[in-house]
């Protein structure tokens, strides 16, 4: 079992949906979640990082977490065609600190 | 400077050829990380250091690949005798390393090497 999880896709969604993108984790103790995003040919960009249960939002994105089924989401409200790219869900290494990746999803978003 | 700063952008090498790639990490930070991803693949990590102190490295493939970061700044990403199977990108990031309250901030990603072995 990997450590991170994700399904790669691709997910399409039209233009003006909810994009819902899933993380499953494997280390029970970790405490810190992030999302990136990675569009083709560059580098990923940090959008989001949650800590604790429940929802955060920051603009069309809501991280939510719930560590009890050791599971994050991240949702994109009014999905744009400019949303497409892969979305890299991260969780910090309880025993070491690094961060490790799942192998990401790649968002479609149809005009 | 602004960002994390990686160079060169592209490598080509032939195979059996040392490389060398380079991260200039965001100023004040403490922590750097090399990760190599692979095509259609999330990040994989390779090393950490904290300021000049290598914590980890257990993700290095080989004894081919070798970091130093000797003054707690820029950092150099050796890769003796590469192979085919080194092609990748070979992304760095730093961070802030952990707030007051005991929270990781995230990381900060240079553009990568795009190393290609033939």
């Known amino acids: 079992q990997k450590e991170v999880e994700q399904n790669s896709g691709p997910l399409s969604v039209p233009e003006g949906a909810i994009a819902s993108l899933n993380c499953t984790y494997s280390?029970?103790?970790?405490?810190?979640f992030f999302w990136y995003r990675q569009y083709s040919g560059k580098s990923p960009e940090l959008i989001m990082s949650i800590y604790s249960n429940g929802d955060k939002e920051d603009g069309r994105f809501t991280a939510q977490l719930n560590k009890a089924s050791q599971y994050v989401s991240l949702l994109i409200r009014d999905s744009q065609p400019s949303d497409s790219a892969t979305y890299l869900c991260?969780?910090?290494?309880?025993?070491?600190?690094?961060?490790?990746f799942g192998q990401g999803t790649t968002l479609q978003v149809k005009p | 400077g602004a960002g994390v700063s990686q160079s060169p952008r592209y490598k080509v090498a032939k195979r059996g050829q040392d490389v060398a790639l380079r991260c200039d990490p965001i100023?004040?930070?403490?922590?750097l990380f090399w990760y190599q991803q692979a095509l259609g693949q999330g990040p994989e990590f390779l090393t950490y250091f904290q300021n000049e102190a290598q914590l980890d490295k257990s993700g290095l493939p080989s004894d081919r690949f070798f970091a130093e970061r000797p003054e707690g700044s820029v950092s150099t990403l050796k890769i003796q005798r590469t192979q085919q199977e080194d092609s990748a990108v070979y992304l760095c990031?730093?961070?802030?390393?952990?707030?007051?309250?005991?929270?990781?901030?995230?990381?900060?990603f240079g553009s990568g090497t795009r190393l290609t072995v033939v």
């Open positions: 280390d029970r103790v970790s405490q810190s």
């Open positions: 991260a969780v910090r290494s309880s025993n070491t600190g690094k961060l490790i």
């Open positions: 100023s004040g930070h403490v922590s």
């Open positions: 990031a730093s961070s802030l390393g952990r707030s007051r309250a005991g929270q990781n901030y995230g990381y900060t």
